[in-house]
């Protein structure tokens, strides 16, 4: 099974800043998921993200927003970018192993 | 289009008693179903999964789903409930590609 570190665990950010998280995986996979979980709600995916190829982006969510990077095969970013108090969610970093899915504890984002 | 859905938002059940929790799915070919948990603050964990073969699966925690093809459903069943059970649940399915569709969760409550 996959271990997934995530940081930070939650921050309260300003408005027009942006907010980097990072997403450390105990082994190395080929993807890495991204989602967002606004309040009381589901799971949605961002984008997964691919080593040495752009990310791939879900309806409804854009590079510029949201870009992300993949610079190995155990490591990602994820920058919620000009954040606006909708971006207000818990963002979660994921990876398939064996057809199971891991995750990260998340991120609690609050933007004020 | 794939789905997911979960009817109940909420369910409130005693400590002690019987749990069901509903999900029926839309997808085309055999699904790769899942149930997974989210305590309050925490990541999401497995709880059980099935690909193919005996259709009554066991998980962890006591936990066990049965996938009915004829109704399209995958509910989560526990004989037993604790208060530490007391969570939200969520029933997802992966496309050929791995994708994950999510419902859009069950908060169980638990009565003393």
């Known amino acids: 099974s996959a271990v997934i570190s995530q940081k930070p665990s939650r921050d309260i950010c300003q408005r027009g800043t942006s907010l980097t998280i990072q997403c450390q995986v105990d082994s190395q996979v080929t993807m890495m998921f991204w989602y967002r979980q606004q309040p009381g709600q589901s799971l949605t995916l961002i984008a997964t993200a691919n080593q040495g190829s752009e990310a791939t982006y879900e309806s409804g969510f854009v590079i510029d927003k949201f870009p992300i990077s993949r610079p190995n095969l155990t490591f990602s970013t994820l920058t919620v970018s000009n954040m606006s108090p909708e971006d207000s969610s818990i963002y979660l970093c994921?990876?398939?192993?064996?057809?199971?899915?891991?995750f990260g504890q998340g991120t609690r984002l609050t933007v004020v | 289009a794939q789905s997911v859905t979960q009817p109940d938002i909420h369910i409130t059940v005693s400590e002690g008693a019987s749990l069901e929790l509903r999900c029926n799915y839309s997808y085309g070919a055999t699904p790769y179903l899942f149930w997974y948990v989210q305590s309050p603050g925490q990541g999401l964990q497995l709880l059980l999964k099935?690909?193919?073969?005996d259709t009554l699966v066991q998980g962890i925690k006591g936990f066990e789903a049965e996938f009915k093809r004829s109704q399209s459903s995958f509910n989560l069943r526990k004989p037993s409930v604790h208060w530490s059970d007391a969570a939200e649940y969520f029933c997802a399915v992966a496309d050929s590609n791995y994708q994950l569709i999510w419902g859009a969760g069950t908060k169980l409550i638990i009565k003393p």
């Open positions: 099935y690909f193919s073969g």
């Open positions: 994921s990876v398939e192993d064996h057809r199971e899915a891991f």
